[in-house]
């Protein structure tokens, strides 16, 4: 049975960079053919794609948070890694992490729970 | 402001039948899969339908996706109460970017 699991501080002050890790059990992120990815939701909003990896480091980022946004992934830990420099309130959400279905684009079959995590003073 | 236009809200009765439509262009829907999530509330979202009208193991009948051109919808037959939920739409845009519809609140009356 697959299960991801989101971590990291749940309160991230403004400015600062945003750090998640999610877990994967069940499968491994390098020995298979899926891309793993990040979605947020903030707030009583709806769902915003972050971006995907592979297990060879390929990326694609959602292009209005590329300049911020880095995922990587640590194939001996079987974790990927979502980091956002420079937080600003806006980026309060839910954070989702997931495996991709098909291709790299927002396409989860399997989510984590979710984490969220506020950006505030 | 969401790149695929949903209706922000609709709602049924027990036993109907209720589409959502996806709205999109030549650079996503036109040219890319549509993929529908289903969310609870609370919940993460569940993959309802993907490749325009497939269905994951698990996922009822009642449930089915179709796409023409530039738009995309997602009908529930049979409508239940336990059908209540957000809806979303997504797919790829050929600018490399994932995009979502705002999302379809469904109330069941």
Same mark, same amino acid.
């Given at each position: 049975?697959?299960?991801?699991?989101e971590?990291?501080?749940?309160?991230?002050?403004?400015?600062?960079?945003?750090? =998640?890790?999610?877990?994967?059990?069940?499968? %491994?992120? %390098?020995?298979?053919?899926?891309?793993?990815?990040w979605i947020r939701q903030?707030?009583?909003?709806?769902l915003?794609?972050?971006?995907?990896?592979?297990?060879?480091?390929?990326?694609?980022?959602? =292009?209005? =948070?590329?300049?911020?946004?880095?995922? %990587?992934?640590?194939?001996?830990?079987?974790?990927?890694?979502?980091?956002?420099?420079?937080?600003?309130?806006?980026?309060?959400?839910v954070y989702y992490c997931g495996?991709?279905?098909?291709?790299?684009?927002?396409?989860f079959?399997?989510w984590g729970q979710g984490a =969220?995590?506020?950006? %505030?003073? | $402001?969401?790149?695929?236009?949903? &209706? &922000?809200?609709?709602?049924? #009765? &027990?036993?109907?039948?209720? #589409? *959502?439509?996806?709205?999109?262009?030549?650079?996503? *829907?036109?040219?890319?899969?549509?993929?529908?999530? $289903? $969310?609870?509330?609370?919940?993460a979202p569940?993959?309802?339908?993907?490749?325009?009208? $497939?269905? &994951?193991?698990?996922?009822?009948?009642? @449930?089915?996706?179709?796409?023409?051109?530039?738009?995309?919808?997602?009908?529930?037959?049979?409508?239940?109460?336990?059908?209540?939920?957000?809806?979303?739409?997504?797919?790829?845009?050929?600018?490399?970017?994932?995009? @979502?519809?705002?999302? #379809?609140?469904? #109330?069941?009356?």
């Amino acid at each position: 049975q697959l299960r991801l699991q989101e971590s990291g501080p749940g309160l991230v002050k403004p400015s600062e960079t945003l750090s =998640l890790t999610c877990t994967v059990s069940g499968d %491994s992120v %390098s020995f298979t053919n899926f891309y793993w990815g990040w979605i947020r939701q903030p707030p009583g909003k709806g769902l915003e794609w972050i971006g995907s990896i592979y297990y060879d480091g390929t990326t694609y980022y959602n =292009l209005s =948070l590329k300049s911020r946004v880095t995922i %990587s992934v640590d194939t001996s830990r079987n974790q990927v890694s979502l980091k956002v420099n420079s937080v600003t309130a806006a980026d309060t959400a839910v954070y989702y992490c997931g495996r991709i279905f098909s291709g790299w684009g927002p396409y989860f079959d399997y989510w984590g729970q979710g984490a =969220l995590v506020t950006v %505030s003073s | $402001q969401s790149v695929l236009t949903q &209706p &922000p809200s609709t709602s049924g #009765t &027990p036993g109907q039948r209720v #589409t *959502i439509s996806c709205s999109g262009s030549s650079s996503n *829907i036109g040219s890319n899969d549509v993929y529908w999530y $289903q $969310q609870l509330p609370g919940t993460a979202p569940k993959l309802l339908i993907y490749m325009n009208s $497939q269905r &994951p193991s698990g996922v009822p009948d009642r @449930f089915s996706g179709s796409k023409s051109g530039t738009s995309a919808s997602l009908a529930i037959s049979g409508l239940r109460s336990e059908d209540e939920a957000d809806y979303y739409c997504a797919g790829w845009d050929d600018s490399l970017s994932g995009v @979502f519809g705002g999302g #379809t609140k469904l #109330t069941v009356l």
